[in-house]
Structure formats: structure tokens, C-alpha cells
């Protein structure tokens, strides 16, 4: 059983920064691509960032150059640096990582349960 944490959500003004952090647990053979993807009211899931196992970024055009993603393979971690926030910006925030199971050697894609991110005045 692998279990994603995220925490670092929160309430800031527009311009402000946030940073969220993602542990991975469990049943960890390996951890291969990992991600931020969220989800405002009435909208559907949307791609944040992701990082690769030998650190290549991809960004969402809506954040690219705002946000930052980087990863402590170490401790099994992915981290989402959020800078000029925009009230656009307010949504759930999940972690997601493409995990390899330390038993089956099987990989599946995980996600947390999300941490809620509010930017306003």
C-alpha cells in the first residue's frame, strides 16, 4: 500500500507564495514520474507540473514561470514552489507519483487527497 501526504495548502493574498509539499510511503520499490495537477469548483482536473525520475520539468502553460517543481528522491518527496499567486490559482491541489510497488514490482499511479489552495484579497 503506498500513501501520498501533501501539506502546505492555505489562504494567501494575490501575489503571495505558497509551498506544498508531497511524502510518499509505503511500498516503494521506486518512484518514477511525479506530479501536481488541481482542481477549481466546476472545472475539470488540470495539469500543475511534473517532474521525471532524472528531474525534467514540465509545466502547465497557465503557471509556467510562476511555479516550480523539484523532487527529494531521497525522501521519496515532490515539492511545488507557487510564486505571483493569482486568485485564478485557487483550487485542490493533488500530489500524484507513478510508483513501482516494493512487493509485486508492479507500477500504478497514486495520488493524495489533496490540499486546498486559496488565493484573495
Known amino acids: 500500500q503506498v500513501q501520498l501526504v501533501e501539506s502546505g495548502g492555505g489562504l494567501v493574498q494575490p501575489g503571495g507564495s505558497l509551498r506544498l509539499s508531497c511524502a510518499a510511503s509505503?511500498?516503494?520499490?521506486?518512484?518514477?514520474?511525479m506530479g501536481w495537477y488541481r482542481q477549481a469548483p466546476g472545472k475539470q482536473r488540470e495539469l500543475v507540473a511534473t517532474?521525471?525520475?532524472?528531474?525534467?520539468?514540465v509545466y502547465g502553460d497557465s503557471v509556467r514561470g510562476r511555479f516550480t517543481i523539484s523532487r527529494d528522491n531521497a525522501k521519496s518527496s515532490v515539492f511545488l514552489r507557487m510564486n505571483i499567486l493569482k486568485p485564478e490559482d485557487t483550487a485542490v491541489y493533488y500530489c500524484?507519483?507513478?510508483?513501482?510497488?516494493?512487493?509485486?514490482?508492479?507500477?500504478?499511479?497514486?495520488w493524495g487527497q489533496g490540499t486546498q489552495v486559496t488565493v484573495s484579497s
Open positions: 500524484s507519483a507513478d510508483v513501482k510497488d516494493g512487493f509485486s514490482r508492479l507500477s500504478s499511479l497514486h
Open positions: 509505503g511500498s516503494i520499490f521506486g518512484i518514477y514520474n
Open positions: 517532474i521525471t525520475l532524472g528531474g525534467r520539468e
